[in-house]
């Protein structure tokens, strides 16, 4: 804002619109005097404090304005030396003000303010006054750089599109000029329901009363011809309007149109051309490249070459031996036509390059399943990615197919096909046609046959048509580097949703580099989406047959996988500084599982893995890995527990509950029993906070006789304490319970299981109403955790309940101090849970001690927090309400506070 101003002051309430446009924080005018104060040591770092600066400078009490050289003034300076000087002068002064003003003023949000507006203004008045030096002083080509940026802002600015198109006419590119006239014409009437304006007219009806300058004609070609080679349109074209967008938009005369087999490349690319082919005049030209081919012959550019120049008229006798030679022949032919050349089907860069087109107004549409990254940073090629269909566009392309009254009856049946095809067109084509052969089977039945076959691959194939799906993708497959066959192997077996680098590397085999260079060529391939830096997913029928080709190597992938979830999950626990259930034997060779260096990384790690973990657990279900599943599930009680609504979890907790069972009884004494019993105890703790008492108490009852069994007296204490807290609901009988806890704690001399005991002895004291007899409960437990490894992360549960005993005992100060100790300890250990419990009170005592402002934020924070967290319900369940209801509760609070 100091900056746009130009100088100029700017006022605090200026400020505050910008920043915090209709919602002002109740701290606005602090925060903008540390926003000044850092500016003013990041512009003069050794003025004094309360010194007066060079640059930053207060205007009285109202506002500050910056005096230091920018780019706007930069910018204003070079447009009024414009309008002093020559044309000649004056349009290179204007190009070089459009350089420095290559963007317009400010990020999104503040585009919109009056301020920002104006200097956007001032940028479209110089490049139209750009355009009128440029035109009469016969620089119109150097004037196009900036006012295309200028145009690409402004596309429904009919001045500023109306420049455009006189510039390139004027720069000698009537072609472009016309193409620009007529997306902008199209735009105009599917948007604002508008024909062009006069000035537009004008523009265009001066391009077309000028024609390119012509060439002279080769040797060896004869009559001019213009071609017409376009396979038939597709019968049926669905949505895609984004993609036929970007190809439109395109940005230069190439455009790649990539993406896996069957998703429809050729099909857009086709219809995109017979859609414009008006547009160009002069033809339109198709090769094949076979890339990816059947017969498994790749088209030659050679001989690519020799089919477009006979195309374009040139004598068998008068072609070129050598390919340069062909290449730059080629390039004459087009130098002043206005054609578009689709290159379906390419295979690489290599094969494409030769084919290109030099300076033209005509338009190259290629189509591969590779990405063509060479092609697109040599060639300054766009890139259209096309994913699957949409569900809509899935429902669209269906009912074009068979007819709106057999999808409009059966919306289930289409959504239930669009899944099992992975909306991959291909294949809902070959569904479709089965469909169209067979008119009175109903789409459920077709959707039964697709999403219960246990082989859909077999039943993508259309003989008469000669597709075979399977086919296709074998294709891609063949092209493959061993590597790359590998890691789709590894990738395949993966349940995903979604695999990282690091369980590639474990499932594949390979060192990390190797796989990072496997998930590269297979992206490339697109077989694989890279959704996230190193993070990839794999369409589901790309998955299916990876499966068949990986076949003798699934089980041996399988364990990997487990492994590598398995100990990776060990790592992220003993972050929390708890000692391990069992130890893990170490990981087979080949397998490196992850392993987040601190507790915020251990939270991350399963933040972004939790939907990987879970798919991990129900495919160790699947194979009988029951050990697996129950060392996963209970290793992630401590990131769960803050993340993870108790409902959400429960079919996982009963997966856990039956290999326990299944553990039991094929094992017998051989199973570690600890396992088992730790798996009932966090059952009974899921099930209680839920409201299922009856499961609770019986799954409290079995961790119980087990630990029991085993003279574990740790487990004992943790499985009294979890009842005291989720179980119990009489005040007394919930405070026994916990002095049990504690006393079974003692007797196990486990110090930091003795020191959350007391925690919770301290809170069911304090929720019986005898907060004070809870003080030294719970100092006592505090001293434990800081004398002993691993308490760190009890500390700060400790501290909240002693915050909340001093409330309940109504001292408000030492409350406070307290919970000034203990919320930032909580928030860098993530936990949330006692966070969201700490708050609604900790906030009441601040604004009984008169700290509103405080107040305010404790109860913010608890709002951000109930409402991004799947365990707040959890809570407030224990609580005997709603999180709803507390919701509402606190913004009331809130509300009633002064604004000011």
Known sequence: MLLAAGGLPVTVGQLVEALWQDEPSGSALNQIHRYVGALRRTFEPVTARRAAGRWLLPVGAAGYRLAAPSDLLRFRSLVADAHQATPVEATRLLIEALRVAAAPAGDEPMRQLPLMVAIEDERVRAALLAVQHGIGSGMAADVLVGLRGVAAEHPLDEQVQAALVRCLHAA??????????????????????ADPGPELAAAHHAALASAPEGTATPAGVGVVVSPAQLPAPPASFAGRRAALAAVSAGGGPVTVISGMAGVGKTTLALHWAHTHAADFPDGQLYVNLRGFDATGRVTEPA???????????????ALPDEIESSGALLRTLLATRQLVLVLDNARDARQVEPLLPGRTDSVVIVTSRNRLATLVARASASLVYLEPFTDDEAAQFLTQRLGPARTRDAPAAVRRLHEASGGLPLALAIVAARGVLNPMFPLELLANEMTNSVAPLDLLVDDDRGVDLREVLTWSYRALAPDAATALHALAVHPGPEISLAAVVSLADLPVARARAALTALTAASLLREIAPDRFAL??????????????????????????????????????????????????????????????????????????????VRRAADLGAH?????????????????????????????ALHAAASLETDHGNEVPLVLVAECHRYAAAKFARIGDTDAARFHYDAALQRFERLGDLAGQANTLRNMAVTLATDPNERVALAARAVDTARRGDVPLVLSIAQCVHGEMLRLAGRARDAYPVILEGLALAQRHPGGDNLTPQLLAELTLCHLAAGDLANAITYGERALPVLRQVNNVGEELRLLPEYGDALLAAGYPARARQAWQRYLSLSATTGIADSLAHEAGRTAADTARLIHAKVASLPTG
Do not use: K
């Open 303 to 317: 001989d690519a070459l020799r089919d477009l120049l006979r195309s374009l008229g040139v004598a068998p006798a």
């Open 172 to 193: 000698g590119r009537p072609a472009e000029s016309l193409v620009v006239y007529a997306r902008i014409r199209d735009r105009l009437r599917d948007e604002l329901g």
């Open 539 to 616: 369409h589901d029928l790309v998955r299916r047959y990876a499966l068949e080709q990986a076949d003798a190597e699934v089980p041996g992938i399988a364990n990997r996988l487990l492994e590598h979830y398995v100990h990776s999950m060990r790592a992220a626990y003993l972050r929390y500084g708890r000692p391990p259930l069992v130890e893990l034997p170490a990981p087979a060779p080949g397998v490196v599982p992850e392993s987040p260096p601190g507790l915020a990384d251990a939270v991350r790690w399963y933040e972004r893995e939790r939907a990987v973990l879970r798919s991990t």
């Open 627 to 655: 050990q697996s599943v129950l060392l996963i599930t209970l290793d992630w009680r401590p990131m769960s527990d803050n993340v993870d609504a108790a409902r959400d979890l429960l079919p996982y907790i009963r997966l």
